[in-house]
């Protein structure tokens, strides 16, 4: 099972609106969680970090939020852009273990006029 | 400019002819790390290194293979390549792995006939 989920795993949203992408973990203890954006065929840049003891996190128009106890982050697009329409990804990272980091499948936004 | 640069890009290949793609970073990290990319599974962990001649396996390791000899340079080795070695293939840095962001190069198109 995975241990990073995201939904909705697609979403079209009108130009100018506000949308929230959720992502739930099992990943326990954890060190980090991040979000990436990733443009179709382009490399994941990312959006934020946000260690365990940390609640919101914002760059720019993007806010992500994240509860410890229920294990849930979620990321908020305010008044949405053209260029919003890519893939945002969850990454969490384990508090002990083999510097892996767990990956959602993430979560593809289409932004239209 | 901080950058992850791979190469080819692009790349169609036979089974079984060895090839190299090459990953290289200016930022004097001492992580990095080889993902694979599919529809509908998400970016997977190939192998992964904490530094120099320090390497390690990630979710997806075979048929691959990686060396580190310098801090800049992580090539990812397919020795006999397969149809099913068919993917998008993204390098990735950092300077440790604990809260630092991660650098991705812009991506590796592969394709294995």
Redesign the interface.
Known sequence: KNQVEQSPQSLIILEGKNCTLQCNYTVSPF??L?WYKQDT??????LT?M?FSENTKSNGRYTATLDADTKQSSLHITASQLSDSASY?CVV?PYYG????A????NQVVVIP | EAQVTQNPRYLITVTGKKLTVTCSQNMNHEYMSWYRQDPGLGLRQIYYSMNVEVTDKGDVPEGYKVSRKEKRNFPLILESPSPNQTSLYFCASSSGISGNTIYFGEGSWLTVV
């Open positions: 060190s980090n991040r065929g382009r490399g994941p840049v990312s970090i260690t990804i990272r083999n510097n892996r980091l990956f959602g499948k993430g």
